[in-house]
């Protein structure tokens, strides 16, 4: 791709060299002057030689924004350097907020990988509906940090944060926890991505474990909704397909009660089996409407060599409020035996605004 004379190219070279786009090579190949900051220019330095290079420090990101601009109206083809995604947190905000004091520049946007994208490939696939929030306060007020922070936990997103802490920086970051703590289950996954030195260091943890001693400013910190989990050390938030299965002929005969209005309501205490799981229990949904889930948030597990999902580690059905949630709505999915096998997306949807709206996973968990 030949890029035009006097262009400006704000290039997103992502959070490594390794990650780099063509489109990224391409614009800085044909770039004649480049502009970077300084820690950028390491991974680009062999990329750009015989080009003129302008480098600045950390804080001069309006400078470097001018210079773009000055260097392209004087009719050269400017290779603005952005680490990540230009467009997030970087420097393509910077450029387009002084840009309205000039006419007849021409700017384009290199989109790069983000560095969350980066810190979630190596935790797993822990990104489902998510927001992206700074916790620096140099430019944003307190208020509005928390104030997102509180919309997004009460939302349940997945939420990941750039810029957690520094030396000198360590309210925002407080107080996200705070928050998060008071909106999410103490057992929620959060997963941590540190580059330092050119070593990428990946650890999980939990909130309530959650150590401001392992968090700094070269930190993504990734913290789970409702349903994220943990499965062999890999971070994961489903996104709710269904898994085949076929309906057990005791489920069956079960649900031909239910729907008959023949089954007990609340704890069995005359079922030899009672408690299956712990007391006290609803058994209400003896068997449960969303088995099998297939995904391990409320405790649930495959047994791996049988194939086979099994509950055992799960009471969440069994909870009051969860039950509660379920008949509320179950009459308008289910009105025959067929439908639990028939409906399972539907039924795996309401399992879902289930644990979303009683954030009973905090007791059942």
Same mark, same amino acid.
């Given at each position: 791709?030949?890029?035009?004379?006097?262009?400006?190219?704000?290039?997103?070279?992502?959070?490594?060299?390794?990650?780099?786009?063509?489109?990224?090579?391409?614009?800085?190949?044909?770039?004649?002057?480049?502009?970077?900051?300084?820690?950028?220019?390491?991974?680009?330095?062999?990329?750009?030689?015989?080009?003129?290079?302008?480098?600045?420090?950390?804080?001069?990101?309006?400078?470097?924004?001018?210079?773009?601009?000055?260097?392209?109206?004087?009719?050269?083809?400017?290779?603005?350097?952005?680490?990540?995604?230009?467009?997030?947190?970087?420097?393509?905000?910077?450029?387009?907020?002084?840009?309205?004091?000039?006419?007849?520049?021409?700017?384009?946007?290199?989109?790069?990988?983000?560095?969350?994208?980066?810190?979630?490939?190596?935790?797993?696939?822990?990104?489902?509906?998510?927001? $992206?929030? @700074?916790?620096?306060?140099? !430019?944003?007020?307190?208020?509005?940090? =928390?104030?997102?922070?509180?919309?997004?936990? %009460? &939302?349940?997103?997945?939420?990941?944060?750039?810029?957690?802490?520094?030396?000198?920086?360590?309210?925002?970051?407080?107080?996200?926890?705070?928050?998060?703590?008071?909106?999410?289950?103490?057992?929620?996954?959060?997963?941590?991505?540190?580059?330092?030195?050119?070593?990428?260091?990946?650890?999980?943890?939990?909130?309530?474990?959650?150590?401001?001693?392992?968090?700094?400013?070269?930190?993504?910190?990734?913290?789970?909704?409702?349903?994220?989990?943990?499965?062999?050390?890999?971070?994961?938030?489903?996104?709710?397909?269904? $898994?085949? @299965?076929?309906?057990?002929? !005791?489920?069956?005969?079960?649900?031909? =009660?239910?729907?008959?209005?023949?089954?007990? %309501? &609340?704890?069995?205490?005359?079922?030899?089996?009672?408690?299956?799981?712990?007391?006290?229990?609803?058994?209400?949904?003896?068997?449960?409407?969303?088995?099998?889930?297939?995904?391990?948030?409320?405790?649930?597990?495959?047994?791996?060599?049988?194939?086979?999902?099994?509950?055992?580690?799960?009471?969440?059905?069994?909870?009051?409020?969860?039950?509660?949630?379920?008949?509320?709505?179950?009459?308008?999915?289910?009105?025959?035996?067929?439908?639990?096998?028939?409906?399972?997306?539907?039924?795996?949807?309401?399992?879902?605004?289930?644990?979303?709206?009683?954030?009973? !996973?905090?007791?059942?968990?």
């Amino acid at each position: 791709m030949k890029v035009e004379d006097s262009m400006i190219n704000i290039i997103g070279i992502g959070p490594s060299r390794q990650d780099m786009t063509l489109r990224a090579l391409n614009a800085l190949k044909d770039a004649e002057v480049v502009i970077t900051y300084k820690g950028y220019f390491k991974y680009i330095e062999d990329l750009v030689e015989g080009k003129e290079i302008l480098v600045k420090g950390m804080g001069h990101e309006i400078e470097r924004a001018e210079l773009a601009i000055e260097n392209s109206r004087a009719g050269k083809n400017v290779a603005l350097i952005s680490s990540g995604d230009p467009g997030v947190f970087g420097m393509a905000n910077v450029l387009f907020q002084i840009l309205g004091k000039y006419n007849g520049v021409e700017v384009k946007v290199i989109p790069g990988v983000t560095a969350v994208n980066f810190a979630a490939a190596l935790l797993g696939a822990p990104l489902h509906d998510f927001a $992206v929030i @700074s916790l620096s306060d140099l !430019l944003i007020p307190l208020s509005e940090i =928390k104030r997102k922070i509180t919309s997004a936990s %009460e &939302g349940d997103f997945v939420i990941a944060f750039y810029n957690p802490l520094s030396k000198t920086r360590k309210k925002p970051f407080e107080e996200a926890h705070r928050i998060l703590l008071e909106t999410h289950r103490p057992n929620t996954p959060v997963g941590l991505v540190k580059s330092k030195n050119d070593e990428v260091i990946v650890r999980t943890t939990t909130l309530e474990e959650l150590s401001s001693e392992e968090v700094d400013m070269s930190t993504i910190l990734i913290v789970g909704n409702s349903m994220t989990y943990f499965e062999e050390g890999r971070m994961l938030t489903p996104r709710g397909y269904v $898994v085949p @299965s076929t309906m057990h002929p !005791l489920a069956s005969e079960f649900y031909e =009660k239910y729907l008959a209005g023949e089954t007990v %309501e &609340g704890p069995n205490l005359n079922c030899e089996y009672y408690p299956c799981h712990v007391h006290p229990q609803s058994c209400t949904f003896c068997y449960c409407p969303f088995y099998p889930c297939g995904e391990p948030s409320t405790g649930g597990f495959w047994i791996k060599e049988k194939g086979v999902w099994s509950c055992e580690g799960c009471n969440w059905i069994h909870n009051e409020d969860v039950v509660r949630c379920v008949q509320a709505k179950l009459p308008e999915i289910i009105h025959n035996v067929e439908d639990i096998k028939n409906k399972r997306k539907e039924l795996l949807k309401l399992r879902r605004e289930c644990i979303q709206e009683t954030k009973s !996973l905090k007791d059942s968990s």
